[in-house]
């Protein structure tokens, strides 16, 4: 279970103050020193963490008085709202275009979760918003990623647009979304190539599809196992391509939380969707203020 490591320290820092009738400003310090390193820990960016701290003490230190609250319980929801804030505050939703079909691009490293990110999103689009997606396979350097999203679409029962591996994919992205039009689908989801590191030629390729298809959303696929690295990655997407969105994997393995926790703050765009498995029905949509419930306890 992802955030494991962190809560348990959160939490065992925070039962400390939580009955406490009178928080002294010691106190206050001593609690953002472990919160500090438990973040640390849990593979947070330095910056952020240093950010976030800051914010804390202020707060739980010149704090307002709420009559319902203990002053231990005090501190804490300031942890707790810092925490949601780190994470990107208010859920955000996905966009609909004003003329239908809605485009998403999804894009990332390979190993990712791209491809099963992709056939997640149009489950989840169909089950949640009742909408009818086209799925677009544009990784034309991959025969085996093509055959992953067609078995995908015949696991959903769910078109999936493809020309195979010899046309440009900012061609099949292009026709793709007429074939759309022409079937009165409503949601547009292309899977783009994916490469092992960030490289110039995927991202001129990813800005050419970018640049013909006006996506409406481009959600950018991290692995949240890879820690500072998917925030590393984010960045570079971000840099380039001016995503709309992220999507955190694996949520579901014992990642640390680093990702998950520096991701919004660094890039600021927000987490739009979590993977907690390998199956099209392990797709969430991304709650900050329930994510920081279950790391506080
Ligand atoms: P792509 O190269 O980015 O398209 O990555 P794939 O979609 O092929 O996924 C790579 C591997 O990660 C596959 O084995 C997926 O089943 C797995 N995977 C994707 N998302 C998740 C997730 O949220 N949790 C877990 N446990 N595995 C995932």
Redesign the pocket.
Known sequence: MAFEGLADRLQSTIKKITGKGKVSEQDVKEMTREVRLALLEADVNFKVVKQLIARIKERAIGQEVMESLTPGQQVIKVVKDELTQLMGGEQSKIAVADRSPTVIMMV?L????????TGKLANHLRKKHNRNPLLVACDVYRPA?IK?LETLGTQLDMPVFSMGTEVNPVDIAHKAIEQAKEDHRDYVIIDTA?RLHVDENLMDELQSIKNDVKPDEIFL?VDSMTGQDAVNVAESFNEQLDITGVVL?????DTRGGAALSIKSVTDKPIKFA????KLD?LEAFHPERMASRILG
């Open positions: 990332g390979q190993g990712a979760g791209k491809t099963t990110t990623a992953q994916g696929v994997t694996k949520l579901d393995g993977g907690m498995g390998e392990q």
